[in-house]
């Protein structure tokens, strides 16, 4: 699933104080802000994903081109006016890239139509020549490691082998010539190369569903263990070498209930504490790009914050706090470290970018993500936290329209995916423009969801379509509860894991939700199993654990798959489907549709031929959110945009 709840308890939920001051303090009804055109939210972003070149004298970013489709632009860094596309991609957008270390040219990754086999593509700044690094059919690549004192080299991990395990490859970026590096022995799904480019940390799981993780002193030495841990233990893994190379940086919660982080000795296996939160798991860590040497570590709390451990960037921190609030995030650094990309994540308006001089502690914006908001009203995205009927702290977000009272709104349900990820707070444009057609939008963390604990992990395990659907109703009760929304107005969406909550919702409980949307979501859970991506196997003990044993637990699965209820689903649903989809086949979508069509049930099918797990493309997304507006406006009563002819959705029917 996607580098994814019983009647309320009286009494038994709150709400933080904080919150409710200031969503029931709004104004009264008063006229809506003008729709947000779909174009805007949906589209491109102007410019996105900026990266400075090594030495700091040039800056790339992602961009349109004249085809509108997301490319490499280069520039002078103090004169982006002169940026020119450096990549030609024809038709899916690149999403993510780096600099070579050299500063001669632009790596990036890209897939066929959503389908995941993920290729790495070089294009020379001199030529603009592309080559494809990595030209096998069927292969998927991933990269392990590239360090500036080997500007020539990257590793690669490849399944050229075997489709369901990686081997480590040598890629030379002049001649691209490859050659085996290391070979999995059958069990690894992760590797970590230390600062001079040797692969001297594997991960794998154990056979029930467990972490182990081994090192190596050099790559003529055999591997050995290091640490291992049961299933239970849930989110973590090896992270990088200490700058020395003598030990092992581990994210686990091994002997805590969150995530801490770790700094283990190569030799002699010992343990020592560096970071932690008592609430939250962190998230990632922050290092020296030369030196490398821990700096900080991130977490998500009810928003993203900082843990610094080297007092050498307290200063700098100190500053962009100022500027950029506490949610920033350092996107890029140049190799000598004066200057610094920083983000700005805030919920109320885009992504703006700065360049920040570490010297002068002067910083210049960039750009923001998408400047054509300013126009319009955005609203804030306010935490909450509600307590399940078993007692359970479920935390999420609440976002309410603009100029509205908390009270009596049509309310959209919005389900993450995963399921093992979460919600977090930060400019979302779904739940923008769902708040700028007149909904109320609540995402709660449910159960199972990550960032929160080994226990609140755990609690998810075999729990699909029963507790963390519990999760759900509880949420929409305690919307209904406090009259934030009427029982009969509150719809649920979700992708993926969000999309099974949807079906889940419509056919275990159908007079819930008002309606549903459902993009990509698994309708059997025995199918979804069973058509695990190939590389995926080797995680087959944790899909046993979290969601049901395929062999031992078949009725299980069976009861948690809303196939076998389409009968009772009778509120409308539309389903949403990328043909290409390696995770949630079009099976699954197909499957639910017909035997809902075989009982005369509501429902509306769009697939989307040239997408996979989500939509890629502006102009699928745009036809795709333009269908969904239409929908909830009939069922839900929201605003509507009127569908431009580049939206028309009918030729996707099926």
């Known amino acids: 699933m996607t580098k994814s709840s019983k009647l309320l308890v009286p009494g038994a939920v709150i709400v933080m104080i904080t919150a409710l001051l200031l969503i029931f303090a709004l104004p009264g009804p008063s006229t809506p802000p003008p729709l947000i055109p779909r174009t805007i ?28 489709v997301l490319n490499v632009w280069v520039a002078p860094i103090d004169n982006l006016s002169e940026a020119r596309p450096i990549t030609s991609e024809p038709k899916r957008g690149i999403r993510s890239y780096f600099w070579q270390w050299d500063g001669k040219g632009i790596l990036y990754t890209q897939d066929v139509d959503g389908n995941e086999d993920w290729h790495l593509y070089q294009t020379r700044l001199d030529t603009k020549v592309t080559r494809d690094l990595t030209p096998f059919s069927s292969v998927r690549a991933a990269i392990v490691g590239y360090h500036q004192d080997h500007p020539n080299e990257i590793l690669v991990a490849l399944n050229l082998r075997d489709p369901t395990l990686f081997d480590v490859h040598r890629i030379a970026l002049d001649s691209g010539a490859i050659t085996l590096d290391t070979t999995n022995p059958g069990d690894v799904t992760g590797w970590v190369a ?131 609030g506490p949610a920033f995030q350092i996107v890029s650094r140049t190799r000598d470290d004066t200057k610094w990309i920083v983000s700005a994540r805030r919920d109320d308006s885009p992504t703006t970018f700065y360049l920040y001089d570490r010297s002068s502690k002067h910083a210049k914006e960039l750009f923001t993500t998408l400047p054509e908001l300013k126009d319009y009203t955005l609203v804030p995205m306010q935490p909450v936290k509600i307590t399940a009927r078993d007692g359970l702290q479920l935390e999420g977000y609440l976002t309410l329209p603009a100029g509205r009272k908390a009270k009596e709104l049509p309310t959209i349900l919005y389900v993450h995916g995963g399921p093992w990820v979460r919600d977090t707070w930060g400019f979302n444009p779904v ?139 009778n509120r409308p649903l539309l389903i949403a489907q990328g043909a290409h989809d390696p995770r949630v086949k079009q099976h ?41 507006e239409h929908f909830l406006a009939e069922h839900l009563g929201g605003s509507e945009q009127p569908p431009t002819p580049q939206e028309e959705w009918e030729p996707l029917r099926h």
């Open 194 to 324: 230390d600062h001079n480019l040797q692969v001297r940390s594997a991960q794998a799981y154990t056979p029930d569903g467990g972490i182990i993780i081994r090192v190596r002193d050099d790559v003529q030495t055999p591997w050995r263990d290091l640490i291992a841990w049961g299933p239970e233990e849930g989110a973590g893994g090896a992270e990088a070498f200490t700058a020395d190379g003598t030990s092992l940086y581990v994210l686990s919660s091994l002997d805590n209930d969150t995530v801490r982080l770790l700094k283990i000795d190569n030799t002699t296996a010992q343990q020592k504490v560096i970071a932690q939160d008592p609430s939250y798991d962190l998230e990632d860590i922050l290092i020296h790009p030369t030196t490398h040497h821990l700096q900080a570590v991130g977490v998500e709390r009810d928003r993203y914050g900082w843990i610094i451990l080297d007092k050498g960037i307290k200063n700098d921190f100190q500053t962009l706090e100022k500027l950029a």
């Open 588 to 628: 699954e979508s197909d499957q639910i549709v017909s035997a809902m069509r075989q009982q005369d049930k509501p429902v509306e099918y769009l697939v989307f031929p040239d997408e996979g797990h989500g939509f890629a493309q502006p102009q699928n997304r745009l036809r795709f959110y333009a269908a969904a």
């Open 41 to 68: 939210l949906f589209g491109h972003p102007v410019k996105t994903n900026p990266r400075l070149s090594p030495d700091g004298s040039q800056i790339a970013f992602l961009a349109p081109d004249h085809r509108d």
């Open 431 to 569: 739940v923008q423009w769902l708040a700028n057609r007149g909904y109320a939008v609540l995402q709660i963390n449910y159960r199972g969801s990550s960032g929160y604990g080994k226990a609140f992990y755990n609690a998810g395990d075999k729990e699909w379509g029963a507790k963390m659907h519990d999760d759900l109703l509880d949420a929409k009760n305690w919307l209904v509860e406090r009259g934030i929304a009427p029982a009969d107005k509150v719809a649920v969406y979700g992708g993926s894991y969000g999309g099974y909550a949807t079906l889940v919702g419509l056919a275990f409980t159908p007079e819930e939700f008002c309606c549903g949307i459902d993009v990509v979501g698994p309708s059997n859970l025995l199918t979804l199993l069973n058509s695990l991506p190939p590389y995926w196997e080797s995680a087959r003990a944790h899909f046993n654990r979290r969601v049901g044993d395929i062999v031992l637990e078949e009725e299980l699965l069976k009861d948690r798959s809303p196939l076998f209820k389409a009968h009772q689903i």
